[in-house]
């Protein structure tokens, strides 16, 4: 039997609120920023972190397609920005906690984590990536030793979930 992939969300997908053109220009702009300037020009790590399939986020950045308010909060939140820089109303509550990201989007996460792996090899690959998606605030300090634990932490709740079953 063959395992299906989860869908990842696209843009259009996600919310009802479509922003303007002037609106999604602007946004393409900050985009753009973050990804040469945080993701070192790679439109997979900006896709991971936004929630969007990568040819989702081509077609947008590209001008193919515009996209929603639920995109452009993510977007701005990555850039530290609120949606008055697009002229958008409140986020809506993605229940996320305020000021939180993605351990992934951390300064040291990518050290971390490959310091980690090193020392903590029995550590199952999905728990590495599950730990990736945890959101914590931005304030913790990210050492091999913390990165190694959420991962375990995660593989310990699957394993869990696993034997109740």
Sequence with gaps: MRAQALPIPSMRLVAK????KAQNARLREIARGLLND???GVGTKLAD???VSQPTLSRFLSGVHG????????VLSLA????S????????DSGR????LQLSQ???WESAEAAARRLYRHIPEAAWLEARRLAAPAALALTPDVVAHLALACDASHDASRQAS
Aim: aromatic letters at 2%; glycine letters at 10%.
């Design 17 to 20: 609120n479509r922003l303007t």
């Design 38 to 40: 945080r993701y070192d």
């Design 49 to 51: 972190a936004l929630e």
């Design 67 to 74: 996209t929603t308010d639920d995109l452009a909060h993510r």
């Design 80 to 83: 530290g920005l609120d949606g």
């Design 85 to 92: 820089a697009l002229g958008l109303d409140a986020p809506p």
């Design 97 to 100: 906690r305020a000021n939180c």
């Design 106 to 108: 951390l300064p040291g």
